[in-house]
């Protein structure tokens, strides 16, 4: 079956312009997560959405980074006024349920860049 | 707070031989623990996993143990592959919706 897909898989951007990432999840999948991998590190928990709950955004770095969770699937990751600390990785992951936490499935990523 | 703690290191290995990666762990109330492996341009993907209640379990040419007492996490891979080359992450659960993951060991084969 289709994994997790995310788009778009580059994104060049300028200093002070707003970026939208997107992530599709396995179908199903109640759970989802969002990451950033800076070069060379770990993955940094961003915020995570499950079923109609509110979304712990306890990962966000700043105002600047919102997220929403349509119908409890598709996702879109908002970043305003980039910076170029913001150049990373944004990872996806989804979990199906009964296995948050456990099993997480995840996309290729998203390679942003803010020149 | 507590943290899954890797340096980021590189272990090199000859093709052919057996490949040892480690994991340090702080959280004694972690119940749960995986090994992903992430190849270039890739997301992470699963490789094998442990309940707290296990000090070992095997998979297909990966072993992962488990020490409680000095919170000690490995994971083995034997007749290493030059497929096998990639980053290594570690992650822990402590019974919650989210997994810490450690910064992670990039692994070279070399023939």
């Known amino acids: 079956g289709a994994g997790v897909s995310q788009s778009p898989s580059n994104k060049v951007t300028e200093k002070g312009k707003d970026v939208e990432l997107r992530c599709d999840p396995i179908?199903?999948?109640?759970?989802l997560y969002w990451y950033r991998q800076s070069l060379g590190q770990g993955l940094e928990f961003l915020i995570y959405f499950q079923g109609n709950s509110a979304p712990d955004k306890s990962g966000l770095p700043s105002d600047r980074f919102s997220a929403e969770r349509t119908g409890g699937s598709v996702s879109t990751l908002t970043i305003q006024r980039t910076q170029q600390e913001d150049s990373a990785v944004y990872l996806c992951?989804?979990?199906?349920?009964?296995?948050?936490?456990?099993?997480?499935?995840f996309g290729p990523g998203t390679r942003l860049t803010v020149t | 707070g507590e943290s899954v703690g890797l340096h980021l290191p590189t272990l090199s290995v000859q093709e052919g031989d057996n490949s040892i990666i480690n994991c340090a762990y702080s959280?004694?109330?972690?119940?749960?623990f995986i090994w992903y492996k992430q190849e270039s341009g890739k997301g992470p993907q699963f490789i094998i996993d442990?309940?707290?209640?296990?000090d070992k379990r095997q998979g297909q040419r990966v072993t992962v143990l488990l020490n409680k007492t000095v919170k000690h996490l490995s994971l083995q891979i034997a007749a290493t592959q030059p497929g096998d080359s990639a980053v290594y992450f570690c992650a822990e659960n402590e019974n919650t919706d989210k997994l810490i993951f450690g910064t992670g060991t990039r692994l070279q084969v070399f023939p």
């Open positions: 992951a989804s979990s199906p349920a009964g296995r948050v936490g456990r099993e997480q499935y």
């Open positions: 959280n004694s109330a972690s119940d749960y």
């Open positions: 179908s199903g999948h109640t759970a």
């Open positions: 442990i309940r707290s209640n296990m």
